[in-house]
């Protein structure tokens, strides 16, 4: 296991996986496809595992590595997908080891090139479904048949898949709206589909691109968040304002570096997974960025400073005839952050970063102690 | 500036100026010590400037930071503490620059022995008041004139102080109450205080020692939880259970890794200040773990897994009659963490840290842009 495997963020757990493509090695990828009970990560949940036993990414609390490890082997040899149930419901498990309560289904697949549509909707800013068959008693669709249903785009499957089994076309056109809904949601569910001679299972693995971070400000307060976001996988550019230089050095951190005039801050790439994050310091030049975010798909503004000072941003922006809609008083975040009562600049950067990832899961960043009800929202209830 | 000053934590300022008076060299240690208005940071905060220019902590935006670096080089070669006032009020400044709109007071002095007491404090996990004249007519007392006041002890003067004048204990006698709460809270305010041929004003700086997190577990899940804490300044002893190694590599980010039976948990040093998480992922050692968790100081016991899983655990307490009093129930924290939605290690480590943040501060951690009334809850309005 990689030393910090667990600190590995999904965006390098793909990040891996489209090395392994381009690389042509073959590294295996496991993927929770279902969980009954409680379960350490939800369906959709990602490890890379290599032949000599590296991995990135964790799926279960570090006790299935060893079981993990030989079925990732065997996949390797065989080149051939299969899924694996871990039964962790036994008393002795309950008792002595997991803290988890349930049973997971892990798909275990060779990187092949079934990945690379998957692969190029990333780059393209794009989300997708990787459909796959985990169970089959239909003779001609093996556990491991693909297809890739895109966020937008026709239903019939690209050829382009050589190394596997793909999924007919008309199973594709029984799950091709949910697998649509999928991708949007970047969500992970298994559907039952009667084929002509059989039953299968199908996961739709809905696959969004990596979240970005833009941030708008030249100061030593910008490196802390920059940090924070990097370490949890967000994709940074730092936008200096004017007078800025272009300072990789002051950003180690940071995928970008631009300077530019803050009216071009659209031009850092907003689109609607970019966060955005204002805090130049300076009034005048914050204005001209906020206007700039607003005309763009940011699904979050952050602006740094007390509530006065945006008052006093709004009320000129209004004097210049621009009025902020609904949706736009929505996205600003101002004062920025959660609330976790600290003035230092290590912590603040913490807050706004706990932020982003909060609202990038519909979440109020409250604390989970004073809430009721489960904690994931999505079918299957989890361990935390 | 120090590439990464403003990632400096409040815990490694206090490493500097022990470091200073260790080694006898001499750094300029710049508080604010008042705020009129908004400002980037509150009362206590602290940065140190070196003669080389090199700095250590933030405490403005970092545009003040050419005077500072003036100011303290005076001081260097005076061997006097001044107080410096930046006023940013004027229009210039609020339009074009800091986006801060307030009067600060800076004092900026030596790293003489006036510090050592403080720094026996930190070191003995005792707080004190360190209290400093920041304006005087009383020719006998000059700016800069201190005394330390302990959370406990006597109110008469430590004579160690041989390289600055020593407040008379009439002074003292008149502000002791007052800087035994601050220290306990940490907190820093200005005080007026007639004296015989005079009046002062005196800063009282309320300094606590670090606050510690004992994490209990040893799987890798715990990696990005040391980091993250590290990260923020927390000093970190991760206790792997039994079976485990007090593997350093494991947990590079820790500053101590302790193998011992979960029953000896409070072996670990737990005291007032320390946040204690339990996380081994193994039903029994998680219980014993926090069975000795209860039995100490920590205001904040945090437990990984689902509501479920605690109620299984409190159930099996009950039944060998350890009862949960009101105050056990208000720390312990499970689920823990503030609700980010995510299930991926390394975003679960973040919750949990912030988490345990907005615990310190006595917050919440909801959104502040969903929450009405100024940030911070001292006298001083800050920016943010």
């Known amino acids: 296991m990689a030393a910090d495997s667990w600190s590995t963020t999904t965006s390098e757990v793909y990040r891996q996986i489209e090395q392994a493509l381009a690389a042509t090695s073959q590294f295996a990828v496991a993927t929770i496809v279902d969980v009954e009970g409680t379960a350490y990560r939800r369906p959709g949940a990602k490890m890379v595992i290599e032949s000599d036993g590296t991995s990135h990414g964790g799926i279960t609390a570090g006790c299935l590595y060893e079981p993990l490890q030989e079925a990732a082997n065997e996949v390797l040899e065989s080149g051939s997908s299969t899924v694996v149930t871990y039964d962790l419901t036994s008393d002795d498990t309950w008792g002595l080891g997991l803290g988890c309560n349930g049973v997971i289904d892990v798909l275990i697949e060779p990187t092949d090139d079934s990945w690379q549509q998957m692969v190029d909707a990333r780059t393209n800013r794009k989300a997708c479904s990787l459909v796959t068959a985990i169970e089959s008693n239909d003779p001609s669709i093996p556990v491991g048949a693909r297809a890739v249903i895109s966020e937008q785009g026709s239903g019939t499957n690209d050829r382009r898949i050589r190394e596997r089994t793909v999924l007919p076309d008309s199973v594709i056109a029984d799950i091709e709206t949910e697998a649509r809904t999928y991708a949007t949601e970047g969500s992970t569910d298994c559907i039952s589909v009667s084929t002509e001679t059989g039953e299968i ?128 008083r929505e996205r600003i975040a101002t004062p920025v952050g959660l609330n976790l009562g600290s003035d230092a600049p290590v912590e603040i950067a913490l807050s706004v970063v706990s932020e982003i990832i909060a609202v990038s899961n519909d979440r109020n960043g409250g604390r989970l102690v004073d809430q009721a009800g489960p904690i994931h929202d999505r079918k299957s209830v989890m361990s935390q």
């Open 201 to 328: 299972v199908l996961v739709i693995d809905g696959i969004e691109p990596s979240q970005k971070l833009v941030v708008f400000g030249g100061q030593p307060d910008v490196r802390p968040v920059v940090r924070f976001a990097a370490q949890v996988g967000l994709e940074v550019t730092v936008v200096t304002g004017r007078g800025g230089r272009a300072d990789d050095e002051m950003f180690p951190a940071a995928d970008r570096v631009l300077a530019t005039h803050p009216t071009n801050l659209s031009n850092a790439g907003i689109d609607e997974r970019t966060f955005v994050l204002i805090m130049s310091h300076n009034f005048v030049d914050d204005r001209l960025a906020l206007e700039a975010a607003l005309g763009t798909e940011a699904p979050y503004i952050g602006l740094m400073g007390p509530r006065k000072r945006f008052e006093q941003l709004q009320s000129d922006l209004e004097n210049e005839g621009v009025e902020l809609s609904k949706r736009d």
